[in-house]
């Protein structure tokens, strides 16, 4: 079937007739998919979520190195296993997407996934082998295919190899965003604005020195994301149905894990205990662990730039991000920080979906996991978000954010903190009556220190310099 004609049915009946072990089942007439997934569809189709295309890739991968690692080793005939090679890979280049329509909740071994691929590698192969041949020999989803393999085994192997590839991803666009916070830390790091504790003044800081805290928090983020990968890079492949690699010739899995991590240039390597990994799903659960935090802390960067650039008259309005869309339908003019908004909504659904897994990482009775399908597609979905995230938080907000430095200096010249400094010279009950009379008479510290003779005007001017408070150890010197 070429590309052009994948949905059609001029060259093919409406429907055909497919046979399984439990009786026959009609099919599309169009689709390479058989038996055994259409049983899928009628039973599973309960939401709009199906496989996720990484995952598609991930197992056309499998598929096709074991194909190829079966004929090397005599178990598959060479013109056969090269047609299923042949054909797997178009699965992993993404050519039959549409050949793939199972449910994510269905089998909670991920059976009718994997069998969905055996499905569509085998008729291709078919076809690919009828071209090349001259006759359409029967290539079978089962002992062809799956030879050697298992869904047990084949299912957690392409969610590691799927979820390791999409967080490396993450990673970068995660490293991106902690340079686009470095970047504008350098740029405004002469600009001194009042800290804030329990959303109250307290001492001076510098923006430079709030922004690098950000970019901190994003490194420290990819950090935990990457010590994940050593243990996404153990494959369960070998292990067939429980651990034990029965049906599976012990060169078959070394040779496909080769063969996976010379193509993708990550060191994917066998399971050090293939019982483990076929039973427990502790890899994906502590990567979501990791994504949660990463999500933790891009809530928490987002919701202060929307404080700093609240108002812009009415609140603190220290900060200014790119006006990038009209507020309010009701209020001209109105300007409001939607990106730090998309990226709370972003990250809420990222820690949900940690719960999310965590369940289904409990999930696992006995020898397997039962809710593999939900921890691919809860991974997948939270890693490609964050992604995305990521890049627009840096290219849409952070690169193009700015300081209002008229309004920094007033909010620290009008702050009752600016007293702290002062406690060290006329102690600390002095300083806060100063403070008091300062709040009650709605006058500046440096206004009743000067007015009550505890300092001269040049001695408050150099005690209560924002940039020295903001940097005692370096004179006051911006970096």
């Known amino acids: 079937m070429s590309d052009t004609d994948q949905a059609g049915t001029s060259q093919r009946p409406d429907v055909r007739v497919e046979r399984d072990t439990m009786g026959e089942v009609e099919v599309p007439g169009w689709a390479y998919w058989g038996a055994q997934t259409q049983r899928a569809v009628q039973n599973f189709s309960v939401s709009e979520l199906r496989i996720p295309p990484p995952l598609i890739r991930a197992l056309g991968l499998v598929k096709r190195f074991a194909a190829q690692a079966n004929g090397e080793l005599g178990l598959l005939p060479a013109p056969l296993a090269a047609a299923i090679a042949d054909a797997a890979t178009e699965v992993a280049e993404g050519r039959w997407d549409d050949h793939f329509p199972v449910d994510v909740f269905q089998t909670g071994s991920g059976t009718s996934w994997n069998m969905n691929a055996n499905e569509v590698v085998a008729a291709r192969a078919a076809e690919l082998l009828a071209e090349r041949l001259g006759e359409a020999p029967r290539v079978h989803p089962n002992d062809h295919v799956n030879r050697g393999q298992s869904s047990n085994d084949v299912i957690p192997t392409a969610i590691h190899l799927a ?58 983020g990819a950090e935990r994301v990457e010590a994940t990968f050593a243990r996404l890079e153990e494959l369960a492949l070998g292990g067939t149905a429980l651990g034990t690699g029965v049906n599976a010739h012990p060169e078959l899995a070394p040779r496909v894990i080769a063969r996976l991590a010379r193509h993708l240039g990550v ?9 483990e990994a076929i039973s427990a799903r502790d890899a994906s659960v502590e990567l979501m662990g990791a994504l949660n935090t990463v999500a933790v802390s891009l809530m928490k960067i987002a919701n202060d730039l929307r404080l700093m650039s609240s108002g812009p008259r009415a609140g603190l309005g220290e900060l200014t991000l790119p006006a990038l869309q009209p507020g309010s339908s009701i209020m001209p003019g109105k300007v409001n920080p939607v990106i730090p908004e998309m990226v709370v909504q972003a990250c809420a659904f990222v820690m949900g979906k940690h719960l999310s897994v965590t369940i289904a990482g409990q999930n696992a009775p006995l020898e397997l996991n039962i809710m593999m399908p939900l921890i691919a597609h809860e991974t997948l979905a939270a890693v490609s978000l964050l992604a995305n995230v990521s890049r627009a938080f840096a290219e849409r907000c952070v690169a193009g954010l700015d300081a209002n430095r008229e309004r920094c200096a007033e909010l620290i010249a009008w702050s009752l903190a600016m007293v702290t400094p002062l406690a060290t010279r006329i102690g600390y009950d002095r300083a806060a009556r100063i403070a008091y009379r300062a709040s009650a008479e709605r006058r500046t510290v440096r206004d009743v220190a000067l007015e009550e003779g505890v300092m001269t005007a040049a001695e408050l001017d150099t005690v209560l310099d924002p940039m020295r408070l903001a940097r005692p150890g370096d004179g006051g010197q911006a970096t």
Do not use: C, N, S, W
């Open 163 to 220: 979820v390791r590839m999409e967080a490396g991803d993450l990673t970068g666009a995660l490293q991106a965003l902690r340079r686009a916070f470095e970047d504008k830390a350098v740029e405004l790091d002469d600009v001194v604005r009042i800290g804030r504790t329990h959303l109250q003044d307290a001492v001076p800081v510098t923006l430079g020195q709030t922004l690098r805290a950000y970019a901190t928090q994003v490194r420290k």
């Open 267 to 275: 060191p994917f390597r066998p399971a050090d205990d293939r019982f």
